[in-house]
């Protein structure tokens, strides 16, 4: 009985926990003629769809950036700028809430 009770706050705070995000994306830098802006206006589509991999990489080549930068939930960012990045914010459910670029 007792053991049992020591795992119930861990299974609790297990559950809260938010999953990791897919892993940040980068054009191949080999294009160096090619100048990387990003530009959401394009990709704003994508809203409330799922944050994986490949819906990023879709996400990156459609607005013109060169990284793409996701933001889990509740995550502090650096505010430093850089016009060849695409900021995508998504929830717990790893569903894609915001697009920006910066």
Known sequence: MRSALLLAPATLISACATPPPPANITMDEMDTDR?????????????????????????????????????????????????????VRYDRAMTITDITCG
């Open 35 to 87: 100048k990387f802006l990003c530009a959401a206006d394009g990709v704003q589509s994508y809203v409330g769809q799922n944050a994986d991999r490949e819906t990023g990489m879709e996400i990156l080549k459609a607005s013109g950036a060169r990284i793409l930068r996701w933001g889990a939930p509740n995550s502090a960012w650096t505010m430093d700028y850089r016009e060849d990045r695409v900021n």
